[in-house]
């Protein structure tokens, strides 16, 4: 059992469509991180949340840290096919601490 | 600045081979992380290093050495490979623990 739980595994969907996902866990996590990695490269950070409930935009992307800092959410609206990649979440238990993986969501957004 | 590099990019090794991979940055970094990513599995992590000189073990240590000699690489050795040990392997390299980390694009390493 992975300590942050990501879902689903697989997503596909059509361009324009929205879609989210979501990074669970029962640990709480000082900051929360969200990377898209794309085939044959290695993941890039999109963004950091560090305060529970926060929110924040990058153009269609959504990032939401919930209130407890134990889940976060990734919200992509009027997907596009640029958009497929697969999207890690990655959590610090404590300001400091190594950083801790989930197992990945590939999406796929067809033209 | 060329960030994380990598080398070599894919590798085919027969059980019981050693080999070392490479990984290098040019961001002055302190902290550098070897992973390995396997399908479903996210990524995992194998051993890292807070400074040039310590090393300490991840998640997954067993079957691979590393070295930190100097501040900018980071080497992962596999000693005696096997065919667990197929996977993508990546090279990260951050500020501190918590901060953002930087990959490498990757060796594919098969082992036969």
């Known amino acids: 059992t992975q300590l942050l739980e990501q879902s689903p595994q697989f997503l596909s969907i059509q361009e324009g469509e929205n879609l989210t996902v979501y990074c669970n866990s029962s640990?709480?996590?000082?900051?929360l991180q969200w990377y898209r990695q794309e085939p044959g490269e290695g993941p890039v950070l999109l963004v950091t949340v560090v305060t529970g409930g926060e929110v924040k935009k990058l153009k269609r992307l959504t990032f939401q840290f919930g209130d407890a800092r134990k889940d976060s959410s990734l919200h992509i609206t009027a997907a596009q096919t640029g958009d497929t990649g697969l999207y890690l979440c990655a959590g610090a238990r404590a300001a400091g601490n190594k950083l801790t993986f989930g197992g990945g969501t590939r999406v796929l957004v067809k033209p | 600045n060329a960030g994380v590099t990598q080398t070599p990019k894919f590798r085919v090794l027969k059980t019981g081979q050693s080999m070392t991979l490479l990984c290098a940055q040019d961001?002055?970094?302190?902290?550098m992380y070897w992973y390995r990513q396997d399908p479903g599995m996210g990524l995992r992590l194998i051993h890292y290093s807070v400074g040039e000189g310590t090393t300490a073990k991840g998640e997954v240590p067993d079957g691979y050495n590393v070295s930190r000699l100097k501040k900018q690489n980071f080497l992962l050795g596999l000693e005696s490979a096997a065919p667990s040990q197929t996977s993508v392997y990546f090279c990260a390299s951050s500020r501190g623990n918590s901060y953002e980390q930087y990959f490498g694009p990757g060796t594919r390493l098969t082992v036969t």
């Open positions: 961001m002055n970094h302190e902290y």
């Open positions: 640990s709480v996590f000082s900051s």
